[in-house]
């Protein structure tokens, strides 16, 4: 493949093991960086068009990883890291960086945290925050949880990838981080398909809806009034003198019985008036709909 001009960091060796659609990605896109890339898959094949533009396969995990400073983990889950480096002798590993790219839960991240720490690897937990295509592109967000020291000294070669975030020390914040933006966005899109789903019961075309619903409604309505309303959140501050729980609980009553009257499934404003109906119950009903954060905060307490 042809190599792009060198700039800091560029130069830097970079392995990756894991070669699905996220571990191919990244690879070749280190590679169309300049950085010389070995690779290591459970299924070698996967490697092929790789290595026919430069790439080096190692022969083992362990191989692969004693190959430079710094290892790119992006597998299926914790379990299969696990499998894969189960084996590997320590001493080729020892005083390498691991960079976990693979998802899971923030215990899991605890977890490996602990399983580098006594195999002498240095470990950061990460997350991926856009598809394989959009790698490489400057703007493309990629988390970081674990030490400062490891995300700072390895900070140049990750932002070949796109826009290398640090959370924090905790190695667990990364894939918190990416099942609250996950949730956010299944939560968005089965929004938009249920609304799509109700007026098409009469006949409305999806693409009619959607450019009222994404291109005016929710940058309007929603997206502007959840920034504003953050303050309020970390203060608890829910004013209901525009429009109180209540209201809302009756708003979503209608929701839920049109979308029986129109034969469309209704557990989610039915799932969605039982939130608002418990804020009520927990003595919000004249604070205003941002109240159910509560309900939501509190739900281990309960
Ligand atoms: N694809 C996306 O859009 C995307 C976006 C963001 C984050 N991610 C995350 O990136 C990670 C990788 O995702 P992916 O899309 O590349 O595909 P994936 O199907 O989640 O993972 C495939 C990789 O895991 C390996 N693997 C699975 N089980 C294994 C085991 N027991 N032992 C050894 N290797 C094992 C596969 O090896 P074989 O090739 O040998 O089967 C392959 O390298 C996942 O955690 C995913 O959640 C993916």
């Given at each position: 493949m042809t190599q792009q001009p060198s700039t800091p960091g560029q130069n830097s060796p970079v392995t990756v093991v894991g070669l699905g659609p996220m571990g191919l990605a990244l690879a070749a896109a280190l590679m169309e960086k300049g950085h010389p890339t070995t690779v290591w898959n459970?299924?070698?094949?996967?490697?092929r068009d790789l290595v026919a533009r430069g790439a080096r396969l190692a022969p083992s995990a362990a191989d692969a990883v004693a190959a430079g400073p710094l290892t790119l983990v992006c597998l299926k889950d914790y379990a299969a890291l696990y499998e894969v480096?189960?084996?590997?002798r320590a001493a080729a590993v020892a005083g390498r960086a691991l960079v976990n790219l693979s998802s899971g839960t923030p215990n899991e991240a605890h977890a490996a945290a602990s399983w580098a720490a006594e195999r002498d690897f240095a470990y950061l937990d990460g997350a991926v925050m856009?598809?394989?295509?959009?790698?490489?592109?400057?703007?493309s967000v990629f988390l970081h949880s674990g030490p400062r020291e490891v995300f700072d000294a390895h900070r140049d070669t990750l932002a070949s990838l796109g826009d290398p975030r640090y959370l924090g020390a905790d190695p667990g914040l990364a894939v918190l981080h990416n099942a609250a933006l996950l949730g956010l966005m299944y939560a968005t899109m089965n929004g938009f398909l249920h609304a799509t789903a109700l007026v098409g019961s009469a006949g409305v075309p999806a693409a009619e809806f959607a450019d009222l619903a994404v291109n005016r409604f929710l940058p309007t309505v929603v997206d502007a009034a959840l920034v504003e309303a953050a303050p309020d959140l970390d203060a608890g501050h829910y004013p209901g003198?525009?429009?109180t729980m209540e209201m809302n609980l009756n708003a979503l009553e209608h929701i839920a019985l049109t979308c029986e009257e129109q034969g469309v499934h209704a557990g989610q404003p039915r799932l969605m008036r039982d939130i608002a109906a418990q804020a009520v119950a927990d003595?919000?009903?004249?604070?205003?709909?941002?109240?159910?954060f509560e309900v939501f905060r509190k739900a281990a307490a309960r």
């Open positions: 459970r299924t070698p094949a996967k490697a480096f189960g084996s590997a856009v598809p394989p295509p959009l790698v490489g592109d400057p703007g003198d525009l429009g003595g919000h009903g004249g604070s205003n709909y941002l109240a159910v």
